[in-house]
């Protein structure tokens, strides 16, 4: 029988979701189990390999024809022993996850940070296709990241490279929740976003934005971009100052590393080019004008589904006997 | 005749500088010529490889001796090639050194930017051992910069990665060379703690830099740190804003790369203590905890031959032939 598939996972801290990917990086089937965090770290491993036989199974397939099994951690790992070094909303502490997943299927595991595997993903298949230097990073309730060199991801010493939603952008800027001050993250992030129109709709800055407030009960990054649209000069500030210190952080990025390609993923990315020209203008004023030239600012493509791709990326690049494909 | 030798180049807008290396990256002998700026590549090249001969013969050694050819170069490179792609200060521009350099010789050469030589020098034989995750920066007339990820040099999509004096440090700062405002160079460039210094010597603020003035005609870094050690307080500010300045970049460092080194080399970092305490304190407070706990801070070891070494130190890397040494 001979092989076909790749599985990828993507832990979270509610669901763990599963797919089967062709050696292209095709998702051909999808499944999620809710996590369960309160059991420990064999509960979950356990979990996880028993919803991935049963899709198989749903499928028509064995263990015959997989490759291998990639999983994204939401955390720091050590990826050559592939163990998970923490990864606190899933409750998971120096987890030897390689080995224990292998001794379960007895396929080889490999396993990444989640915010690099989705890096990976959006290189394989995603809008950083055709470079090998790139940065992908996620605008959600949070800025996450992760840095691709020369196709590798950056780790660091302790795992936690690519962290580029704390890179200061304001030494004077507000806290954050990591403990420092004025990070990327405390302006561009959907937390931010929301604070930021917040505080417009109570202070009387804004009657618009106070009036979807009373109606809605709560306002979302989308209101602030919609509001803008309609003109409203609160939402208008907000969104600047988002895409200004963005751009400021990503800068860091192009004079430091290069890159061909910036993705850039999560809700607030869908407002779309409102956001992306603010982004790009700063990032051009202070990024290397040679560094900035070949830089391409991109929407991410891959949506919720980069983790599992780029889960399974990690065991297509390190099995020789998976077909390369361009 | 069995190889014994690791030939190191440094090529400058000045002098070229050769250096012959054992296999453990001890330098054995050196000898320096005028760079033949104005002549154009050919003439460069082969007034080099003549000196490389010279040397060798100076000291007993032939061809046969020799491993290969290690050059740095003040410019971006596409090492893989082997093609400098632009050193304004040599002339040079698409110029296929190591080719040309391999004709002339029948050795093989490897090259690399200058910036990049000296931090793999201090990786190998500096205060960078014992890492394969470093940055090195020189804060000299400029603030240049090399980082090395998992032991490789970042060049980035154009050569231009590691442009460490160009990070924006403070958005609304003074302008830069390079055209963008408030880059790193612009605070903690030797130049900038003399333009510093400079001002408050001739705007009163200092009468001890006026007299120093005074009596030499100029002023230089180490006046502003001989100052600050006898309480001046307007050189202890202009070293502060150097040091928060240096230590607020290198954050971005290490929040994005986890480095477990960053060197620090050039004549402003010899001003020793005083420096690296500031740099330091500003380097902790803006890095992410874990990322700010491994990383070490040190001066650099090797001083100007750090650029020769590491140079060597790519034919070393390149040749599986030449013993290995821990």
Chains 1, 2 share one sequence.
């Not at 993507?10 to 999808?30: F, P, Q, R, V």
């Not at 952080?249 to 192009?254: A, K, P």
């Amino acid at each position: 029988m001979s092989k076909s598939l790749i599985v990828g996972v993507d832990i979270g801290g509610t669901t763990i979701k599963i797919a089967l990917l062709s050696e292209t990086g095709d998702i051909l089937a999808k499944s999620k189990i809710p996590t369960p965090v309160k059991d420990g770290e064999d509960v979950i491993i356990g979990d996880m390999v028993q919803a991935i036989w049963a899709l198989l199974a749903q499928h028509g397939f064995t263990r015959e024809h997989v490759y291998g099994i990639g999983i994204g951690v939401p955390g720091p790992v050590e990826p050559t022993q592939g163990v998970v070094l923490r990864a606190v909303n899933v409750g998971l502490r120096d987890t030897p996850l390689k080995a224990k997943t292998e001794a379960l299927t007895g396929l080889p595991v490999s396993i990444e940070n989640d915010a690099n595997a989705a890096a990976l993903g959006e290189m394989w298949c995603g809008s950083g296709r055709g470079t090998a230097n790139l940065i992908a990073i996620t605008l959600g309730t949070g800025v996450g990241g992760g840095i691709i060199i020369d196709g590798h991801v950056v780790h660091g010493v302790k795992g936690v490279g690519g962290e580029v939603g704390h890179v200061t952008v304001n030494p004077e800027g507000p806290l954050c929740n990591c403990g420092k001050k004025g990070c990327m993250e405390t302006y561009g992030s959907a937390t931010a976003i929301i604070t930021g129109i917040e505080k417009a709709a109570q202070n009387g800055k804004s009657p618009l934005l106070a009036s979807i407030l009373q109606e809605k009960g709560y306002l979302s990054a989308k209101d602030a971009f919609d509001a803008a649209a309609q003109g409203d000069l609160a939402s208008i500030e907000v969104i600047d100052t988002a895409g200004f210190y963005i751009g400021l952080g990503l800068s860091h990025l192009g004079n430091l590393l290069n890159p061909g390609k910036i993705v850039i993923g999560g809700g607030v990315s869908s407002a779309g080019e409102e956001l992306f020209k603010r982004i790009r203008a700063s990032f051009d004023q202070y990024t290397f004008p040679i560094a900035a030239e070949c830089c391409e600012i991109l929407p991410a493509t891959l949506g919720n589904d980069a983790g599992v791709i780029g889960a399974a990326w990690l065991v297509y690049n390190s099995q020789k006997s998976v077909p390369t494909v361009s």
